[in-house]
C-alpha cells in the first residue's frame, strides 16, 4: 500500500493562477478531507468527503474547489490563486463508521507558494 | 464549539529529561476522541495515539505517555528521558462529528519540542 499520495509536493504559483493538488489513497477509504497548516495555526480543514460524490466544507472552504468522483482520488483545486493560499496543504483519509475514532491517514503535504 | 489549546508554544530541553506537553479541549459531546500527533522536521504527521472519552486509563508506550482527566478537559502527553530524535512539533487533536458517520479533527496550534545535546 502507498498509503496517501499528494502531488506535487512543492508549487509555486503567482496571483490569479489556478492549479490543482492531487490526492490519492489506495486503502479503501470513504473518508477523505483536505487540511492547511499555517505558522501558529496548527491545521484547519478546508473540505472534505465522506464518500464518492459526497463532498462538504470544512473551515477554511473559501477559494478552494473539490470534487470526488471516484472513491481513490480527491483533488484540491485553487480557482485564482492568492498570496493568503500560500500554505502548507495536507490530504487525509480515514474509514468511516459508527464511531468517529478512526485514525485518519495523513499524505506528505504538499507546499505552495502564491507569489 | 470544539476548541483545543496548546498553551507552550516551544519547549527546549537537554537530552534525558522529561518533558510534558499540555493539551486542554473544550466540547460539548460526551463521546469523542483525542488524538497526538508528531511533526518531525521532515513535515510529515504521524499519528501517535487516539483515546476515547470513556478511557481514563493512562497510557504508557515506551518512553511516552499519556495522562488524560476528563474532570479538567486535559490529555498531556509526557516524553521520558527525552532524546534528539523527539525533537519535533506536536499537535493534540479533538474528533468532531460531521454528518452522517464521519468526523473532523480540530487541531491545537501545537508546541514545538527542541532537544539538545
Known amino acids: 500500500n502507498a498509503g496517501v499520495t499528494q502531488t506535487p509536493k512543492f508549487q509555486v504559483l503567482k496571483t490569479g493562477q489556478s492549479m490543482t493538488l492531487q490526492c490519492a489513497q489506495d486503502?479503501?477509504?470513504?473518508?477523505m478531507s483536505w487540511y492547511r497548516q499555517d505558522p501558529g495555526m496548527g491545521l484547519r480543514l478546508i473540505h472534505y468527503?465522506?464518500?464518492?460524490?459526497?463532498?462538504d466544507q470544512g473551515e477554511v472552504p473559501n477559494g478552494y474547489n473539490v470534487s470526488r468522483s471516484t472513491t481513490e482520488d480527491f483533488p484540491l483545486r485553487l480557482l485564482s490563486a492568492a498570496p493568503s493560499q500560500t500554505s502548507v496543504y495536507f490530504c487525509?483519509?480515514?474509514?468511516?463508521?459508527?464511531?468517529?475514532?478512526?485514525?485518519?491517514?495523513f499524505g506528505p503535504g504538499t507546499r505552495l507558494t502564491v507569489l | 464549539a470544539q476548541k483545543v489549546t496548546q498553551a507552550q508554544t516551544e519547549i527546549s530541553v537537554v537530552e534525558k529529561e522529561d518533558v510534558t506537553l499540555d493539551c486542554v479541549y473544550e466540547?460539548?459531546?460526551?463521546?469523542?476522541?483525542l488524538f497526538w500527533y508528531k511533526q518531525p522536521p521532515s513535515g510529515e504527521l504521524v499519528f501517535l495515539i487516539r483515546?476515547?472519552?470513556?478511557?481514563?486509563q493512562n497510557e504508557i508506550s515506551g518512553r511516552y505517555s499519556w495522562n488524560f482527566q476528563k474532570s479538567t478537559s486535559s490529555f498531556n502527553f509526557t516524553i521520558t528521558a527525552s532524546q534528539v530524535v523527539d525533537s519535533a512539533v506536536y499537535f493534540c487533536?479533538?474528533?468532531?462529528?460531521?454528518?452522517?458517520?464521519?468526523?473532523?479533527?480540530?487541531f491545537g496550534t501545537g508546541t514545538r519540542l527542541q532537544v539538545t545535546l
Open positions: 487525509a483519509s480515514s474509514l468511516t463508521s459508527e464511531s468517529s475514532y478512526n485514525e485518519q491517514f
Open positions: 486503502m479503501n477509504h470513504e473518508y
Open positions: 468527503s465522506v464518500g464518492a460524490g459526497i463532498t
Open positions: 466540547t460539548r459531546d460526551t463521546t469523542y476522541y
Open positions: 483515546r476515547n472519552s470513556f478511557d481514563e
Open positions: 487533536a479533538l474528533s468532531e462529528p460531521l454528518l452522517g458517520t464521519a468526523s473532523k479533527l480540530t
